[in-house]
């Protein structure tokens, strides 16, 4: 029996959409005047993926086969986390972080195959 559980999918969606809202309004109101333009597109950029895969993880945790999408969600939920928390922390501080900047294109390879998975696993 697997550890991923439709709730757990569905409480993990919920926080990566949230904190992916919470990460805009932040970049929006309090980072607007401290960030160059690139950089706060980044931030955008960051915000958008979690918030996307947020959803996405709310809708497979609902999906009625599940069971078939055991390694699709972490695979979405960890591979946004790198990627989204990468960056954020690369545009926060370039210099500190900067051996996360290879780091950044895993989570998204991570994230893509979690997402390429799901549909992948549906028998017609």
């Known amino acids: 029996m697997s550890f991923v559980t439709p709730s757990l999918v569905w409480r993990s969606g919920a926080i990566l959409a949230a904190t992916g809202i919470i990460a805009g309004a932040f970049g929006s109101h309090g980072l607007k005047s401290r960030l160059t333009s690139e950089a706060l597109d980044s931030w955008k950029i960051a915000s958008n993926y979690s918030i996307f895969n947020g959803i996405a993880l709310l809708a497979i945790s609902m999906h009625p086969r599940f069971g078939k999408h055991a390694f699709a969600a972490p695979a979405i939920f960890l591979g ?34 979690g997402l390429e998975l799901k549909p992948s696993s549906e028998t017609h």
Request: aromatic share 8%.
């Open 80 to 113: 946004s986390t790198i990627f989204s928390g990468s960056i954020a922390l690369l545009v926060l501080n370039r210099e500190r972080f900067r051996f996360l900047g290879p780091i950044t294109p895993l989570g998204g390879t991570i994230m893509i195959a």
